[in-house]
């Protein structure tokens, strides 16, 4: 493996922040959070035909740049340091990934066109917990295991008819495309659903994080069309698709980190006490390079992830849980000690220190937080066997 960025890939990342510094600086992020979708469809649309950022890992025959994992990661990277309201992961990882990684032409040349142009917003509904009632905690777990899905496909007429809810769906009330997670009389299916198909209803949930948004999606005999699949049981495709997730994601998550503590270093060197620049104070120091060291392990892990993604390497598996709970790890330490070096104007609402450490927290939970996947690795690389646990609750 090549470990060094490509000269194309350094530029894919230059061209990307300049375009961000433009287009998304905080005023921007703060704006757009408050929004009912919560991102700029317009600027959705100017990533996906001037710069071709949606379209990255999908072939040309789809309209997209044959791309692969490393390139979507640097993007993400990127996006994570300015946290841009956008449902880049929803849409170019989850939805995309999902289609890439299936069977059915059909499907690929109807909707990856779309996707990649930034025409249409995807989506991958999965879990299905509940969040805690008004009283506090006892709201379900969110499960990240085929055992955790519950909504129903029945096939009635010679097409498939669903049934239940989802939660916690990225981007679930903006989507033109919601691919469904669906247990079958046979195991676990895919399906495609229009956003506005009849019987579907939609409700945007309060979240964390204000830049990520997530949403409540129930389904009362949704029309579907199954997504063809070769891999037997339609779980072995979502399982792919959430290793590929959670390596994106922790490339996010090193953007999303790297930022805090340029943040932290930036403050440490302007703010004085006793007559000079808190940086120069041993605590400081040792604090500052503590959280260095764990972003650039971090950044080594989430960028040997991409290239196992990249390289079909059959330890993908292994890795992506490696590298999801460690980068989640590193990257809300980051946030935490930001808000840390920062003191009383870190807990502000005007500082966008709470802003990075809530993706931060969110983050760490999406795809299962770092105990479910160390978990997880134990079992893939063989060292026990026992059945998958319940993944982190949102």
Wanted: hydrophobic share 40%; net charge negative.
């Amino acid at each position: 493996m090549d470990f060094a960025f490509s000269e194309e890939q350094e530029e894919l990342r230059r061209t990307v922040r300049a375009f961000l510094a433009d287009t998304s600086p905080e005023t921007e992020t703060r704006r757009l959070m408050e929004t009912p979708e919560g991102f700029d469809r317009a600027l959705w649309r100017r990533m996906g035909t001037e710069l071709g950022l949606q379209g990255l890992a999908v072939p040309e025959e789809y309209g997209g740049a044959g791309c692969g994992p490393v390139e979507v990661g640097v993007v993400m990277e990127e996006l994570g340091r300015a946290l841009l309201c956008a449902p880049f992961l929803a849409s170019a990882v989850l939805a995309t990934t999902t289609l890439l990684r299936c069977d059915d032409e059909d499907a690929r040349k109807r909707l990856l066109p779309g996707l990649a142009s930034g025409e249409l917003v995807g989506t991958l509904a999965l879990t299905e917990g509940s969040p805690p009632g008004p009283g506090g905690p006892g709201g379900a777990p969110t499960r990240w295991d085929a055992e955790g899905i519950r909504l129903t496909a029945r096939e009635a007429a010679g097409s498939w008819l669903l049934n239940g809810h989802k939660m916690f769906v990225l981007d679930g009330a903006a989507a033109d495309v919601v691919l469904t997670v669906a247990r079958t009389g046979e195991g676990i299916g895919v399906f495609w659903v229009d956003g506005v198909a009849a019987g579907l209803t939609r409700e945007p949930l309060p979240t964390m994080d204000p830049t990520r948004r997530q949403a409540r999606l129930d389904y009362h005999d949704v029309p579907a069309t199954r997504l063809r699949t070769s891999r037997g049981d339609g779980w072995d495709l979502v399982s792919e698709v959430l290793d590929r997730a959670a390596v994106t994601l922790a490339a996010e998550q090193v953007g999303v980190a790297s930022r805090a503590l340029g943040m932290a270093v930036e403050y440490a060197k302007v703010r004085h006490q006793f007559g000079r620049p808190i940086g120069s104070f041993q605590a400081i120091k040792h604090l500052l390079a503590d959280v260095l060291l764990e972003v650039e392990s971090a950044r080594a892990a989430a960028h040997y992830a991409l290239l196992a993604a990249e390289n079909e390497d059959p330890e993908l598996p292994a890795v992506a849980s490696l590298a999801k709970a460690f980068c989640s790890d590193a990257c809300l330490r980051a946030t935490e000690q930001n808000i840390q070096v920062h003191g009383g104007i870190g807990f502000t609402w005007e500082h966008p220190a709470h802003l990075y450490l809530k993706r931060a927290k969110t983050s760490q939970l999406l795809f299962g937080d770092p105990a479910y996947h160390r978990e997880l690795l134990v079992q893939r690389i063989g060292m026990d066997s026992s059945p998958n646990a319940v993944g982190g609750a949102e």
